[in-house]
C-alpha cells in the first residue's frame, strides 16, 4: 500500500523550468522504483524516465533526454522530475509511479509498476 502524491505542476512559458515532486509512503522508500509518465488531452501515456531502485540508475525517453532529469532522495521518500528548456508540447499531467519488486534497472513500461500518483497538470505556453 504506497501512496504516491505529485506536486508543483503549473503553467510555465516555454524556454522555462518547473521541478516537480513525489512524494511516497512507506519505510522501504530506497527499495522502490519510480518511474515519471505523462498524459496530453487525447493521447496515450507515455513515460517520461525511470530512475531505479537502490542504485539510483536513470533512463530517459528520447523526448525528454538532455532537458529532464530525474533525481531520488531517500531520507525525503521523494523523487524528483527537473525539467528544462519546456516546450509546448511537454503539455501534459504528470504522473509518478512506483514498483516494489521490480528490476535494479529502470523500467520504461507503464506495466511494471504498481502504484501511481494522481498527477500534476504542467502546462507550456508559446
Known amino acids: 500500500q504506497v501512496q504516491l502524491v505529485e506536486s508543483g505542476g503549473g503553467l510555465v512559458q516555454a524556454g522555462g523550468s518547473l521541478r516537480l515532486s513525489c512524494s511516497a509512503s512507506?519505510?522501504?522508500?530506497?527499495?522502490?522504483?519510480m518511474g515519471w509518465f505523462r498524459q496530453a488531452p487525447g493521447k496515450e501515456r507515455e513515460s517520461v524516465g525511470a530512475i531505479s531502485r537502490n542504485s539510483g540508475i536513470t533512463r530517459y525517453a528520447d523526448s525528454v533526454k538532455g532537458r529532464f532529469t530525474i533525481s531520488r532522495d531517500n531520507a525525503k521518500n521523494t523523487v524528483y522530475l527537473q525539467m528544462n528548456s519546456l516546450k509546448p508540447e511537454d503539455t501534459a499531467v504528470y504522473y509518478c509511479a512506483a514498483v516494489l519488486s521490480g528490476s535494479i534497472w529502470p523500467g520504461l513500461a507503464s506495466n511494471e509498476y504498481d502504484y501511481w500518483g494522481q498527477g500534476t497538470q504542467v502546462t507550456v505556453s508559446s
Open positions: 512507506g519505510r522501504t522508500f530506497s527499495s522502490y522504483g
